[in-house]
């Protein structure tokens, strides 16, 4: 029952990933406006690959760019709310406890 359960599960979160990847707009191409300004802030910030290594400028020179902003990330409290939300608006399956 656990597999059949889980399939289900896994078929289920595949079907909704791929209904919101096709949903997005390709039929408005980027005029050449946004690519040139994509462009320079990729020159900008570093983040053009080099060479055929693979790593980016700002990870081989990291001191030549500018840093990252750091990101803060969620509270323990936040998360756990979250998660009790989801059990409770049945986004998540309340767990059975085997």
């Given at each position: 029952?656990n ?11 595949t079907a909704?990933?791929?209904?919101s ?12 406006e946004?690519v ?6 990729a020159?900008?910030?570093?983040d ?10 700002n ?6 760019y ?9 509270t ?10 989801a ?6 399956p309340a767990h059975?406890?085997s």
């Amino acid at each position: 029952m656990n597999r059949t359960y889980a399939s289900i599960l896994a078929l289920t979160l595949t079907a909704f990933s791929a209904g919101s990847a096709l949903a997005s707009d390709a039929s408005a191409p980027k005029t050449r406006e946004q690519v040139k300004a994509e462009l320079a802030e990729a020159i900008r910030t570093g983040d053009i690959s080099y060479g055929e290594s693979g790593q980016k400028l700002n990870e081989l020179f990291p001191h030549q760019y500018p840093a990252k902003p750091v990101v803060q990330g969620k509270t323990r409290d936040q998360v756990k709310a979250e998660l009790a939300e989801a059990v409770r608006s049945g986004q998540l399956p309340a767990h059975s406890g085997s």
